[in-house]
């Protein structure tokens, strides 16, 4: 597999970074993940942006550019021999002296990676099972949560679900520090409820997803009313629908809420996704293919 280091495209084995690198010595570093669809980057202007805005929170003197950034991903997409890919742009802080600086980094350092992707369409996607986890959602690094290298809390996370023998295809769900929904390991969590979408409010720690935020303005457009808060479990148990958002993953519905020993205690009508939202799945898709994103025609 070749990756782009810096601007220039490596095999996987000759791309290194120092072992002074602070996003290797203290996690000082963001990421974004996104798919393309027809070789291009879906909502690169809006990754780019949140990356943008998380270096200058953390001082790393980093600026993405976007015509430089979809050439690259074109590059790589062909030394890789990948029609579309899974694409993973992360900016390390950079060399540094060992010890906590308070100035700002001026050379940090750019990876890029690809993967295949599995085939995947709406209509056949199936759902998954959603479990309530004992660890608790970390704070954020600061006023919001960004897209960093710590995610050690996410790695316990996928490993309680391992332990107890969870499946491949169960998400877990966090709550936060004091009791309210919060996000999956890998998603953002959504349901419908009383004609309205709800989902956690940043109040509550998840990550401002970019699907997230692209499926609130799909609602907005469909006159779906839209509520944003703190949320308890029982919420989640009176949804009639839930789904689950994410980059790459795009949107997943969940068949069914698990509490902490892995018991189903809410199982939902369809194996594969309600009406509203296998017609939010659709209109994703083809919003990210480019088709007819400007209409609106809702259930």
């Not at 942006?49 to 997409?77: F, K, N, V």
């Not at 936060?176 to 959504?190: A, L, T």
């Not at 949804?239 to 795009?250: H, I, K, M, P, W």
């Amino acid at each position: 597999m070749n990756v782009l280091l810096n601007g220039q495209l490596k095999d996987r084995n000759e791309a290194v970074i120092s072992v002074f690198d602070h996003g290797f010595l203290y996690g000082m570093g963001l990421f974004e993940t996104f798919r393309t669809y027809g070789g291009e980057p879906w909502l690169l202007d809006r990754h780019a942006a949140r990356l943008s805005e998380g270096c200058r929170t953390l001082g790393i003197a980093y600026q993405p550019d976007i015509p430089r950034m979809r050439a690259g991903i074109a590059s790589l997409l062909k030394m890789n021999g990948l029609g579309d890919a899974y694409i993973r742009w992360s900016i390390s802080a950079g060399e540094g002296a060992v010890g906590l600086p308070s100035g700002t980094y001026e050379t940090p350092g750019e990876v890029v990676y690809a993967k295949d992707l599995p085939a995947d369409h709406p209509e056949t996607r199936a759902g998954q099972s959603l479990r309530l986890l004992r660890v608790r959602r970390n704070a954020p690094e600061g006023a919001i949560r960004l897209k960093s290298f710590h995610f050690m809390n996410n790695i316990l996370a996928k490993r309680e679900l391992t332990a107890a023998g969870a499946s491949a295809a169960t998400e877990g769900l966090f709550l936060d520090g004091r009791g309210h929904i919060c996000e999956g390991i890998v998603s953002n969590v959504f349901w419908f409820a009383g004609g309205g979408l709800h989902t956690p409010s940043l109040e509550a720690g998840p990550l401002p997803g970019i699907t997230r935020q692209f499926v609130l303005e799909l609602a907005g457009s469909a006159g779906w009313p839209v509520r944003e808060g703190c949320f308890q479990w029982a919420d989640l148990m009176a949804a009639d629908e839930v789904f689950l958002t994410g980059s790459v993953q795009e949107i997943v519905p969940v068949t069914g809420l698990e509490d902490q020993d892995g018991r189903l205690v809410r199982r939902f009508d369809s194996d594969r996704a309600g009406s509203r939202t296998r017609e939010l799945m659709r209109r994703y898709r083809e919003c990210a293919e480019g088709g007819k994103c400007g209409e609106t025609y809702f259930l």
